[in-house]
């Protein structure tokens, strides 16, 4: 029986067959020439994700992990941060950043709308080091204007730190028009590749704060980082194959052209959001001018889990809801790797589940 299985998911994300094929390779010394190569590759293409001119760090772990080094190199204990929070992954934002003594103000808004830039200005002093945003909430699928935040904050000593783990390579983000100091992401989500590494780049304004911070740490130390990378090298051990699978993963990205990437996220969301609604369920976030282009997050009231089980019987994969969302949402990923074909599928599935229970 053919049954080919069709993946919408948020993260790890579908990985190419050409992305798949590239890790098939045998291994490779992370100090030879040719994996210098593949480096430096990747870091051309990570600042074209970014659109930046900084240097691009490359840490072996995950999104989470770029976050917790960012907080480690950037701040030290008493620091008065501001973190907006309007979803899960700003919670995260908040659990990680306290675990460093910082001085953390919470503004928090409605789960499923964005955060208001006037509300989180608000409570802006001479004294904030900094702003610690997501750029997509991968949680309730609202994606936060950095572009704003970028504009409000950046005649003043408060740096903008942007977590677009689930945005960048799916969402445009360009972090030197946009007056952003700091941004990172992971390989997993937009990026179309295995999990195991994040990219970090960092402005001058941020870097001098690293300089002052004078982070002492072995791993995840900025500065060692940013020296090793100029040698398109790292640390300790890259997760080698990860960066081969990011390396073709960005050519596929450049080949289809980086704006055509952000416009078929974009098609392949507003149609998931035309077809759900259609089939009478309700979306997540509260106005569709903030609906994000790589996670749709759909309501549906004690039974998310329904609809992620039943769509499992198409062979077809969604991501489930985020904690403490897990029971009354679910979320369709358009991230990377998604197709026109793929998102007709799914609706056409969900219409019959929906159907069925009507009956
Ligand atoms: C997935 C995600 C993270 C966490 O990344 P991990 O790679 O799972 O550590 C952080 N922030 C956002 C917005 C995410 O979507």
């Not at 948020?10 to 100090?31: I, K």
């Not at 970090?200 to 740490?217: F, I, P, Q, S, Y």
Request: glycine share 6%; aromatic share 8%; no cysteine.
């Amino acid at each position: 029986m053919v049954n080919k299985k069709i993946q919408m998911l948020v993260g790890p994300t579908q990985l190419p067959q050409r992305v798949r094929n590239a890790m098939l390779h045998e291994a490779m010394s992370h100090r030879s020439e040719e994996y210098k190569e593949i480096q430096h590759n990747v870091t051309e293409g990570i600042k074209k994700i970014f659109k930046t001119e900084n240097d691009v760090l490359m840490l072996t772990t995950s999104g989470t992990g770029a976050m917790e080094a960012t907080i480690q190199n950037v701040f030290k204990a008493g620091d008065e941060v501001i973190v907006p929070i309007n979803g899960v992954f700003g919670e995260l934002f908040y659990d990680v950043a306290s675990g460093y003594d910082l001085d953390i103000i919470r503004v928090e808004f409605e789960y499923g709308t964005e955060v208001d830039v006037d509300e989180v200005m608000s409570h802006v002093t001479d004294n904030t080091k900094a702003v610690l945003l997501i750029h997509n909430e991968s949680s309730t699928g609202v994606v936060n204007n950095i572009q704003k935040f970028g504009e409000a904050l950046k005649d003043s000593d408060t740096l903008l730190v942007v977590d677009s783990v689930s945005g960048a390579g799916g969402i445009n983000i360009e972090m030197d028009n946009w007056h952003v100091d700091i941004v990172f992401t992971a390989s997993q989500k937009a990026l179309m590749s295995p999990p195991g590494i994040s990219f970090v780049a960092l402005n001058d304004r941020a870097w001098e704060r690293v300089d002052e911070v004078g982070n002492n740490t072995y791993l995840f130390n900025f500065k060692k980082d940013r020296d090793y990378v100029h040698r398109n090298l790292t640390v300790h051990t890259p997760a080698t194959h990860t960066m081969l699978a990011v390396n073709e993963a960005l050519k596929m990205i450049f080949e289809e052209g980086l704006e055509n990437v952000f416009e078929r996220h974009k098609k392949n969301a507003k149609l998931v959001r035309k077809g759900v609604k259609e089939l009478g369920l309700q979306l997540y976030p509260k106005n569709e001018a903030y609906a994000s282009p790589t996670i749709t997050t759909i309501y549906a009231k004690s039974k998310a889990k329904y609809y992620v089980n039943e769509l499992k019987k198409y062979n077809i994969e969604i991501g489930g809801g985020k904690n403490p969302l897990s029971e009354d949402t679910f979320r369709v990923g358009t991230m990377g790797y998604v197709s026109e074909n793929d998102v007709i599928a799914v609706l056409a599935a969900l219409k019959e589940i929906v159907s069925n229970e009507d009956k």
